[in-house]
């Protein structure tokens, strides 16, 4: 009697159970992938750390830094980007309006301050006649610094026209104050040369001046929602679940609030997280 044959499966064979085995055995998929565009800043800074977190969660997030605020909805539009985060609602609807992109506000952001800024003078009422004040150069940001200037009582705008003013909007002027029109993320390198500039607080702190980041003259109020900086997609992308993903991880990390919180000096008075339910928008008088 011959031996029983022990069977071997060809080499073929092995390489299948061996696929089939790392199946069973969980090998992870491919990470799903999310391209944000942001600017730099509180926002970019908070991102990054949303990214590194979503990596843990299957989701690799690329993060490209714009420096001006026309590139992101133009590489949104042209499918670069899956989704951008930096401008507030009264900025997207002005860029449809003008571009004809078809983008879409998908979630809620940082909501804010802007304040009025000045190295020069302790107060608004020491601003002389004649003095130098920066605006925003884009149509929605300069309107809603312009809207504070006339809640500072420092100019007076064409009735209604509100935070959509532009310069050509100005009806009174006592002061013959003396307007610059400068990039917005530029506003706060400006403030050294001017008496007055509009300005951002997490620009400050951003570019390592958090001890002025809270000593605005003046600031806006933070309860406008038109103000609150949007998760923007393409219309077609508004329901994508992996951008989902991503920005309620954004939305629930304590990581990505101690990171905000940071962005502005600790400072919460210059900031809200308008998501969550308790949120509560303040107002600082002016000096």
């Known amino acids: 009697m011959h031996p029983r044959s022990t069977l071997r499966p060809p080499a073929a064979g ?10 069973a055995l969980g090998a992870a998929p491919a990470l799903a992938r999310v391209k944000i565009g942001v600017t730099p800043g509180s926002l970019a800074d ?23 605020w026309t590139t992101p909805n133009l590489a949104l539009a042209n499918g670069d980007l899956d989704v951008n985060y930096f401008q507030h609602q009264a900025f997207l609807d002005n860029a449809v309006k ?3 992109f078809p983008l879409k506000s998908v979630a809620l952001g940082i909501l804010p301050n802007i304040g009025l800024y000045s190295e020069k003078h302790a107060s608004l009422a020491a601003l002389p006649d004649g003095a130098k004040v920066a605006v925003a150069n884009d149509p929605v940001n300069q309107g809603r610094g312009l809207a504070l200037l006339e809640t500072a009582g420092l100019i007076k705008l064409k009735a209604g026209i509100s935070a959509k003013a532009t310069l050509d909007d100005v009806v009174a002027n006592p002061k013959k104050l003396k307007f610059v029109e400068i990039e917005g993320p530029q506003l706060v390198r400006a403030v050294s040369d001017v008496d007055l500039a509009q300005g951002y607080p997490a620009h400050y702190v951003n570019a390592g001046r958090a001890d002025i980041a809270g000593q605005a003259l003046i600031y806006s109020g933070i309860g406008d929602l038109t103000y609150a900086i949007r998760f923007v997609t393409r219309a077609d992308r508004a329901d994508d679940p992996e951008i989902a993903k991503f920005v309620a991880l954004y939305q629930t990390s304590p990581a990505v609030r101690a990171r905000i919180d940071a962005s502005f000096a600790h400072n919460p008075s210059l900031y809200s997280l308008p998501w969550l339910p308790q949120a509560a928008p303040s107002q600082s008088s002016a000096r």
């Open 98 to 100: 003008e571009t004809g």
């Open 46 to 68: 908070s991102v990054h750390v949303a990214a590194a977190e979503a990596k843990a969660q299957g989701l690799a997030v690329e993060v490209v830094e714009f420096t001006d």
């Open 14 to 23: 092995l390489r299948i159970l061996a696929a089939v085995l790392l199946v």
